[in-house]
C-alpha cells in the first residue's frame, strides 16, 4: 500500500469534514451578526424612547380561524390526487 491509495481513502472523510465545519461556522457567524443587530435595535430603541409612546407601538392581530382554515384544505382533508 502506497501513500497515494492512503490519500485516496481519507480524501472523502476530509472534504465531507471540511464541508461540516464550513456550513457550521456560517451559522454561527450568521446567528453572532443576528444577535449583534438585535441588540443595536434594542439599544436604539431604549435610547429615543420609543417604548413609551404607546403610539407606535405594535398592534396585535386577532387569532381568529380564517376561511381558509376552515376549509376542508386547511383541515388536511382535501382529496389527493396521486397514488
Same mark, same amino acid.
Given at each position: #500500500? /502506497? #501513500?497515494l491509495d492512503i490519500v485516496k481513502a481519507l480524501? %472523502? !472523510?476530509?472534504c465531507v469534514g471540511l464541508l461540516f465545519w464550513y456550513v457550521f461556522r456560517n451559522i454561527v +457567524?450568521?446567528? &453572532? /451578526?443576528? +444577535?449583534a443587530q438585535v441588540d443595536k435595535y434594542y439599544s436604539e430603541i431604549e435610547v429615543s424612547g420609543i417604548e413609551d409612546n404607546l403610539e407606535t407601538d405594535v398592534k396585535m392581530t386577532s387569532t381568529k380561524t380564517s376561511d381558509y382554515e376552515k376549509s376542508e384544505h386547511g383541515k388536511g382533508n382535501? %382529496? &389527493? !390526487?396521486h397514488g
Open positions: #500500500m /502506497n #501513500m480524501l %472523502p !472523510s476530509i +457567524r450568521a446567528d &453572532r /451578526n443576528e +444577535r382535501a %382529496p &389527493r !390526487s
